[in-house]
């Protein structure tokens, strides 16, 4: 198949920051002498006491990862106290409401002043340095002040997705021993109400059970609606904010002390609470955003992505405000009112830098091009796209339909793990070829590995590793740092494991073909199988159960769940809605099962492994190439699974 290639953009505003010369002398040095390089970069931040040693990193034996360790500075005054004198009144987040007639301006001011509040509010409710504050919030502006008021003094925040559910926020909770959360009444998407601060209610019961005590909740008023209370528990925020003062000095805190935490599925167990620090943290995500998006001083940005995703920590919050930049919060649905909106939104705020993800874009294609037609997109200089490999259809789509061919597209490999962009395309710099991340980006050595762990060169198939650190890469696993170790630098020694599978062209180009790994990604969204399995077998009907992907034409991967009951039960319809509506309670609407196959057998070789390769070519209906299947136990069990399967063509 001959791929199309597009040559190196030329910018709509003059030349980009980093051309193809640039980047590779840049790239080199990274590489070549990474000290001198993150030396040099390493002050584009602010620091109370500038550092000595640059880095400090080992991924074997015990792993240790630490960048400027001797520095000190806050991220809170990186991203706020530091634009004042210039930028004081320039607009820092824009917020665009749900509904379409809703929108406010936030200054580089007015966010010192709310965040300094929130930080003093704390404070007076006896958070300290090192607390870990759980913030259970919809996209409003009190997120990020959330964020960084925690920052400033140095508490540890981890943000659980709205649309998690309280079962799932209380297992957060108690992993991290939260004891203050700050939340909302309710949140709004797509006009419907979300019971945000029930949810909160209900979780805190489940971590009391676990001898988790919430102090505190503190609760920013939405909408309006009717909420519990438990005094001397709960407190309003308007209420908190208006008895405190208005200045809070940032805690100095050392470049190695922690950030957040942000918890993230993988391929066992729990998900894992991935633990970012301060300073390499600041660096790298500023400096990603600034030139992976060619960001220019006075361009309106905007992620589409929620703050209770890593893409909202550092590419809606921390890289851009460490920047100066305007950043847009976006409260709402990209199909509401209609599926127009984004576009809408984009010329009603003079968008120039725009980044969404994959399964946004396909779902907008299928809608027709009318709905991008009926506006400008005229401000438009850049288009992102993160979380899932990018089909060459929706990316043509995307360049020529929502970007007029006028707007490079920047597709940008990274993960929760690595903190900011890894394997990425520089307007300016790189050419472009639908459907690949392109190359890496300064100071990253990706490396192709066969399953032996034999590096693999030149134009090559095989596992995706990191041979060695960058600035913002995780630190641990909180609480857990066998599990750190075990997860990435096991399967290949001394080297981080993606958990990607990848392949590199005759240009060096990387394209990463999916997870090789028992995680799902789903409209984006990182789902661990084995949570869904556990989620279905606490339901009293389930016996057993296997989850595996298979493709689904807009979620990128659909949920397919094999289910055996327990003896005495029967399969029907009633029951696959009942186990369901359980998985959206254990875990959240996102996990939503797409298919559930009743099932009297799993395949499973003689010593009890279940066989996922037959469940998964099964669930995409490819079942011609099973493969061997001698190893079974009880081979029979295939023919019911075959005849059964819910993808039937
Ligand atoms: C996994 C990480 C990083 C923010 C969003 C997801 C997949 C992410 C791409 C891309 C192909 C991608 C990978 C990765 N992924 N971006 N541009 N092309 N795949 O973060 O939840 O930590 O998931 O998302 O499989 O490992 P995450």
Redo the contacts with the bound molecule.
């Keep these: 198949m001959s791929v199309k290639t597009y040559p190196v953009a030329k910018s709509t505003r003059g030349q980009a920051q980093i051309d193809a010369e640039t980047y590779q002398k840049w790239y080199r040095e990274s590489i070549e002498n990474p000290d001198r390089f993150w030396d040099k970069h390493g002050m584009r931040i602010d620091w109370f006491k500038p550092y000595t040693k640059v880095k400090n990193t080992s991924f074997t034996g015990k792993v240790s990862i630490k960048w400027f360790e001797d520095g000190l500075t806050n991220a809170s005054y990186n991203c706020i106290d530091r634009h004042l004198k210039t930028r004081g009144n320039q607009v820092a987040i824009i917020f665009e409401g749900d509904n379409p007639y809703i929108d406010k301006k936030v200054t580089y001011n007015e966010l010192y002043e709310n965040v300094c509040r929130l930080a003093n509010v704390m404070k007076k409710h006896g958070v300290k340095k090192g607390d870990r504050v759980t913030i259970y919030m919809p996209m409003i502006p009190e997120a990020a002040y959330a964020m960084l008021a925690c920052a400033r003094i140095g508490a540890v925040h981890s943000v659980v997705f709205g649309g998690f559910s309280p079962e799932a926020l209380a297992g957060r909770i108690v992993d991290c021993q939260s004891s203050f959360v700050i939340t909302c009444d309710e949140g709004v998407r797509g006009g419907k109400p979300i019971p945000l601060k029930e949810n909160v209610d209900t979780a805190i019961h489940i971590a009391a059970r676990q001898h988790v005590g919430v102090k505190s909740v503190l609760v920013v008023r939405r909408t309006g609606g009717k909420v519990g209370w438990a005094p001397g528990r709960d407190h309003w925020y308007h209420q908190e904010m208006a008895g405190v003062k208005a200045e809070c000095p940032p805690v100095k805190m050392k470049a190695e002390d922690p950030l957040f935490i942000l918890y993230?599925?993988g391929s066992t167990g729990k998900p894992k609470g991935v633990l970012h620090t301060t300073g390499g943290y600041l660096v790298y995500t500023s400096m990603t955003h600034q030139y992976v998006f060619d960001y220019r001083p006075g361009d309106i940005y905007w992620c589409t992505?929620d703050v209770g995703?890593?893409?909202g920590h550092s590419y809606i919050v921390y890289g851009p405000l460490a920047n100066g930049a305007t950043t847009l919060m976006f409260e709402g649905v990209p199909n509401f009112p209609d599926q127009g909106r984004f576009w809408e939104v984009v010329d009603k705020h003079k968008v120039n830098i725009f980044y969404t993800?994959?399964t946004a874009i396909r779902s907008l294609m299928g809608a027709g091009d009318e709905f991008v037609k009926r506006s400008s997109r005229a401000s438009l200089r850049i288009l992102g796209?993160?979380?899932?490999?990018?089909n060459p259809e929706a990316w043509e789509w995307y360049y020529n339909v929502v970007g007029d061919g006028r707007c490079p597209v920047i597709?940008?490999?990274?993960?929760?793990?690595?903190g900011g962009h890894m394997?990425?395309p520089l307007p300016g710099a790189t050419a472009l070829k639908p459907g690949s991340?392109t190359l890496p980006f300064f100071g990253i050595k990706p490396e192709l590995v066969d399953a032996e762990g034999k590096v693999l060169s030149g134009a090559a198939d095989g596992n995706l590793v990191i041979s060695d650190s960058w600035p913002a890469q995780m630190r641990t696993v909180y609480g857990d740092h066998e599990r750190f170790i075990q997860t990435y630098f096991s399967t290949y020694k001394g080297k981080y494991f993606?958990?990607?599978g990848c392949r590199r062209d005759e240009d060096g180009y990387y394209w990463?073909t999916?997870?090789v790994d028992d995680?799902l990604?789903v409209s984006?969204?990182?789902m661990g199988t084995a949570e869904i399995e556990s989620a279905l077998v606490s339901h009293d009907a389930v016996s057993e159960a296997a989850v595996v992907g298979y493709p689904h034409d807009i979620k990128g991967q659909g949920i397919y769940c094999y289910v055996t009951l327990m003896a005495g039960q029967k399969g029907s319809e009633e029951l696959r809605k009942e186990l369901i509506a359980h998985v959206r309670k254990e875990i959240g609407p996102i996990a939503s099962p797409d298919k559930i196959q009743f099932a009297p057998g799993l395949p499973k070789t003689r010593s009890g492994k279940i066989m996922r390769r037959i469940l998964r070519k099964i669930a995409e209906d490819d079942f011609g190439a099973l493969g061997d299947i001698s190893t079974l136990a009880d081979p029979a069990v295939v023919d019911d699974l075959i005849d059964n399967r819910q993808n039937r063509q």
């Design positions: 993230t599925s992505a995703w890593v893409t993800a994959p796209t993160v979380g899932e490999p990018i597709d940008t490999w990274w993960q929760t793990e690595t394997i990425t991340a993606t958990g990607d990463i999916g997870r995680v990604n984006g969204h990182r």
